[in-house]
T-cell receptor, first 114, second 111 residues
């Protein structure tokens, strides 16, 4: 079946611009996660949705970052007033929800801020 | 494409040999652990998981060992193949279901 789909695969924009990154989870998965991965490091948690609500947003670095999941399926990560330090690969994962369920990742969006 | 883990610890093995990748985790309260494989330009791919009430779990060509006393995980790959070349991450699942990833190890397989 289809895995987690993320679009765009690459995004290049100028400092100060607004960007939206989209994630389509595996069908039927109630839990959705966003992570950020910098070169040479493991993914770092940003935010977790259970259904439509953000169950844990403790990883969002500041108020320029925001994510939504209005219908409990597709999620959008939004970054305002982008900075060069926001450049990274943004990964989305989904799981069936509940405890101890494996998270399955998409291939990410590579964001480059010039 | 962009390379994952340019300065990660590297394990080099000959094709057909067994590989052992080690990982130390941080939170003694973590109760679920996952190993992921990440190829360049791709997202982490689920390999195998283990719950804290187990100390060993086997899959196809892979075995995960968990030592809770010293907070240590290992991934054993039998008969390593060139297609196994990638960066491998362990991840621990916290009580809030977010994953904390380890540093990662690059596995290089030589013919």
């Amino acid at each position: 079946g289809a895995g987690v789909s993320q679009t765009p695969s690459n995004k290049v924009t100028e400092k100060g611009k607004y960007v939206e990154l989209r994630c389509d989870p595996i069908s039927g998965h109630t839990a959705l996660y966003w992570y950020r991965q910098s070169l040479g490091q493991g993914p770092e948690f940003l935010i977790y949705f259970q259904g439509t609500g953000a169950a844990d947003d403790s990883g969002l670095p500041n108020d320029r970052f925001f994510a939504v999941r209005p219908e409990g399926s597709v999620s959008t990560l939004k970054i305002q007033r982008t900075e060069r330090g926001d450049s990274a690969v943004y990964l989305c994962a989904s799981s069936q929800g509940g405890s101890n369920q494996p998270q399955h990742f998409g291939d990410g969006t590579r964001l480059s801020i010039l | 494409g962009e390379s994952v883990g340019l300065h990660l610890p590297t394990l080099s093995v000959q094709e057909g040999d067994n590989s052992i990748i080690n990982c130390a985790y941080s939170n003694s309260a973590s109760d679920y652990f996952i190993w992921y494989k990440q190829e360049s330009g791709k997202g982490p791919q689920f390999i195998i998981d283990i719950r804290s009430n187990m100390d060993k779990r086997q899959g196809q060509r892979v075995t995960v060992l968990l030592n809770k006393t010293v907070k240590h995980l290992s991934l054993q790959i039998a008969a390593t193949q060139p297609g196994d070349s990638a960066v491998y991450f362990c991840a621990e699942n916290t009580d809030t279901d977010k994953l904390i990833f380890g540093t990662g190890t690059r596995l290089q397989v030589f013919p």
